[in-house]
């Protein structure tokens, strides 16, 4: 049997207080991931998908409902736990990249290790491990201003690996890079995948993106309203994708 990363039980996230102006952002979702998936979430503008990944990623608490993590219950975690648990469990990569410009692509790569006070040798194998493996050993020593934007993302991929999550988060990690730059982080993304069976789920709106998902999640009005399976070629996946969201009426050049 195979262990379950992610359960998700009748989420519901609804934004402002009681006899304000209320949105509601997630009505009711529910869904699971096995270790070593990669899932896309993909849906209209407003559809509730940041919402979904700040509540995962325990940025954000949602209203009702239950999220497990790694087998624990993030829903019952205090503050001071969440903010362990997130340091240790849970890996990020955002659109914009979030490097610190101030450091080496080694240094901010180190980062959430150096935050756990890791020993200096221990930190030096793993990210000449994750580096090598995104494709940017030989570039660790230059400053984030100094690389392109597919290797700042490479970066930003590898800084999530580092501590070897139960879990990576994405929202729009290709939304900044131009296509070449996007296929060669999914193709890295799609290798640690399959390789080292690492977690991965991203938002995104963009289908070549999301081609490369195993699975994909559409949201639409905050509920579930379609999941797809890749079964065969990416190509084939790629045109479900897109047949998918014109029945989902949304833009597929983004906003
Ligand atoms: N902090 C907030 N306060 C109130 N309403 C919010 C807040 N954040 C999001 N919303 C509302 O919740 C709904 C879902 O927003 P969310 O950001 O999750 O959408 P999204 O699918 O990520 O959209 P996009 O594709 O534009 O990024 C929207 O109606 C939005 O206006
Ligand atoms: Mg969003």
Wanted: aromatic share 6%; hydrophobic share 40%.
């Amino acid at each position: 049997m195979t262990n379950q990363v992610v359960k998700v039980e009748h989420v519901e996230k609804i934004y402002g207080k009681k006899n304000e102006n209320q949105s509601i952002a997630l009505k009711d979702i529910s869904f699971s991931m096995a270790e070593g998936e990669f899932i896309g979430i993909m849906g209209p503008s407003g559809s509730g998908k940041t919402t979904l990944l700040n509540v995962l990623s325990t940025l954000d608490r949602p209203t009702n409902g239950e999220i497990s993590i790694a087998g624990r219950d993030i829903t019952q975690m205090k503050n001071n736990e969440l903010a362990d648990f997130r340091a240790n469990s849970l890996g990020f990569i955002f659109q914009d990249f979030n490097l610190l410009e101030n450091l080496t692509l080694y240094e901010n790569i180190a980062l959430p290790l150096s935050l756990q006070d890791v020993k200096a040798k221990k930190i030096k194998e793993r990210v000449e491990t994750v580096a090598k493996q995104l494709g940017i050993q030989d570039i660790l020593m230059k400053f984030p201003a100094e690389v392109s934007g597919g290797q700042k993302q490479r970066t930003a991929a590898a800084r999530a690996l580092v501590h070897e999550p139960a879990i990576i988060l994405g929202d729009e990690p290709t939304g900044a890079l131009d296509s070449k730059n996007a296929q060669g982080l999914l193709e890295a993304m799609t290798e640690l995948n399959r390789e080292q069976d690492v977690s991965i789920l991203m938002v995104t709106h963009d289908p070549q993106s999301a081609s490369y998902c195993e699975r994909i999640l559409f949201i639409q009005d905050g509920i579930l309203y379609k999941e797809l399976k890749r079964t065969g070629e990416r190509k084939a996946f790629y045109q479900e994708i897109l047949d998918v969201l014109a029945t989902l009426g949304a833009d597929q050049d983004g906003e």
